[in-house]
């Protein structure tokens, strides 16, 4: 059995995040979104989050 691949890119709008590539692509490694007890979109988040210049995760 073979590993699959998935060459595709995370959108992302969050233009103060260090992740974010010309306001419109993630460029982490992995991102994280939390809230295991979420049932709507707005109840999520990423905690890969990270405020450019900061040095901070928010």
Request: aromatic share 6%; glycine share 6%; net charge neutral.
């Amino acid at each position: 059995m073979s590993k699959q691949t998935c060459d595709q890119s995370i959108g992302c709008d969050v233009t103060n995040c260090t992740y974010n590539e010309n306001g419109t692509k993630c460029t982490a490694q992995h991102i994280v979104v939390e809230n295991k007890r979420a049932t709507t979109q707005a109840e999520t988040y990423c905690s890969t989050f990270k405020n450019k210049g900061s040095g901070l995760y928010d």
